[in-house]
């Protein structure tokens, strides 16, 4: 009995500590140009317009640029901003945390967040500081 019970005990730690935690890392401008190469396309948006959007979405965010196109999905994909072109369907997002976009927003603090594919990534640029490593959805969507 006890063996069950430690077994559930160390189970709930290890699902708490997996599933709390956070979806990205944030990088100098010039650690991201080294890791992750030159950017091939961007997008921008005002850091204003980026705050709105996150206050419809709890705990994730994705992103994806397409033909110039910036696409935001929220938790479960709904879409939070989007242009006439976008259509729901499998298309690879890039999966961050809610709460890494809004440290890298206070790091940087600057009015215009960039959000780029790159030779070897997908980044978002906010003043002298990148966030990187994203999550592809699918297949990891939450």
């Known amino acids: 009995m006890r063996r069950i019970k430690f077994i559930i005990l160390f189970s709930v730690i290890l699902s708490k500590f997996v599933f ?3 979806i ?13 190469g030159k950017v091939l396309e961007e997008q921008s948006i ?3 317009v980026l705050k709105n ?12 640029v397409n033909n110039s196109e910036l696409t935001i999905l929220g938790d479960n994909r709904k879409a939070l901003y989007f242009t006439d072109s976008y259509s729901e369907n499998n298309e690879i997002f890039h999966l961050f945390s809610k709460s890494k976009l809004e440290e890298l927003l206070n790091l ?3 009015e ?3 959000f780029q594919k790159r030779e ?5 640029e906010n003043g002298h500081f990148i966030l990187e490593y994203s999550l592809p959805c ?5």
């Open 20 to 22: 709390s935690q956070e």
């Open 24 to 36: 990205g890392e944030i990088f100098t401008k010039v650690e991201a140009e080294e890791m992750f």
């Open 46 to 48: 005002t850091t204003d």
């Open 53 to 64: 959007v996150l206050k419809n979405t709890i705990n994730s965010v994705m992103f994806n």
């Open 108 to 110: 940087g603090n600057k």
């Open 112 to 114: 215009i967040c960039l």
């Open 120 to 124: 070897k990534a997908f980044t978002i």
């Open 138 to 142: 699918p297949p990891v969507c939450d």
